[in-house]
């Protein structure tokens, strides 16, 4: 099983991002995926969540309307595009995989938003 995030880096308050996550080594289709991110010196908090086949998103309070979570069950990848960005959303960001029990996570992509 692996997770590869990509797409992190700086950015500039206000700016936008695009993450994406590669699956491979499970029936990713079968999967809920999430994105979550942990800042320097704090827990790893749940940011978006997408169900198996795509019908339904749940996203953290504090980026509801701009972030936004998607994925593709023929390509299995699952992005994360964030917009309207601020120096808060700086964290590692982490890709998940759950089901039943199984949970799979990521390497993590970093993301810096600082002027």
């Known amino acids: 099983v692996q997770l590869v995030e990509s797409g992190g880096g700086l950015v500039q308050p206000g700016g936008s991002l695009r993450l994406s996550c590669a699956a491979s080594?499970?029936?990713?289709?079968?999967?809920?995926m999430s994105w979550y991110r942990q800042a320097p010196g704090k827990e790893r908090d749940l940011v978006a969540f997408?169900?198996?086949?795509?019908?339904?998103?749940n996203y953290a309070d504090s980026v509801k309307g701009r972030f936004t979570i998607s994925r593709d069950n023929d390509k299995n990848t699952v992005d994360l595009h964030m917009d309207s960005l601020k120096v808060e959303d700086t964290a590692v960001y982490y890709c998940?995989?759950?089901?039943?029990?199984?949970?799979?996570w990521g390497q993590g992509t970093r993301v810096t938003v600082s002027t």
């Open positions: 998940n995989a759950v089901r039943l029990g199984e949970d799979y």
């Open positions: 080594g499970f029936t990713f289709s079968n999967y809920a």
């Open positions: 997408i169900s198996s086949v795509g019908g339904i998103t």
